[in-house]
């Protein structure tokens, strides 16, 4: 199901040129990465499921502070490691997510109902629902 944007808060515009090898700008400037192939591992480059894992932890985070507080826990402090496999399909390349969330002094269980929450709020978990598998696993810290 897709749902339509109501009102646009934020448009972000990346410019990509030579694919995997290439580079990748913003419009603002502030990104202007090297691009290599995850498996080149070629100084200073990054590869698009680093940029992608940087910006699913960054938005889950925020998701769950958010989330969180709403339920009277503070979570500002929240550790979130997202990792991002490439790898093949039965037809064709895909990618798999696994987000590993902690919070100091907040236990597990309790974290692990605000992160099914917070799944339902992030717009990173909504663009992949459906499409690709995402592990949520709650530690303490």
């Known amino acids: 199901?897709?749902?339509?944007?109501?009102?646009?808060?934020?448009?972000?515009?990346?410019?990509?040129?030579?694919g995997r090898a290439g580079t990748v700008t913003t419009d603002d400037g502030r990104l202007d990465v090297r691009l290599a192939p995850p498996r080149k591992k070629t100084p200073g480059t990054t590869n698009p499921e680093q940029l992608f894992a940087a910006?699913?932890?960054?938005c889950f985070t925020s998701a769950l502070a958010e989330v969180a507080a709403e339920h009277g826990v503070d979570a500002t402090a929240a550790q979130v490691t997202c990792e991002v496999d490439l790898?093949?399909?039965e037809h064709d390349y895909g990618l798999a997510v696994r987000l590993t969330v902690g919070v100091p002094g907040l236990d597990p269980d309790r974290l692990r109902?605000?992160?099914?929450?917070?799944?339902?709020t992030c717009p990173y978990s909504a663009a992949v629902r459906g499409n690709i598998p995402v592990t949520l696993t709650a530690t303490a810290l």
């Open 1 to 18: 199901m897709t749902t339509e944007l109501t009102k646009v808060l934020y448009t972000a515009t990346a410019h990509a040129q030579g």
């Open 55 to 58: 910006g699913y932890a960054a």
């Open 87 to 89: 790898g093949t399909t």
């Open 113 to 120: 109902k605000l992160l099914h929450a917070a799944d339902q």
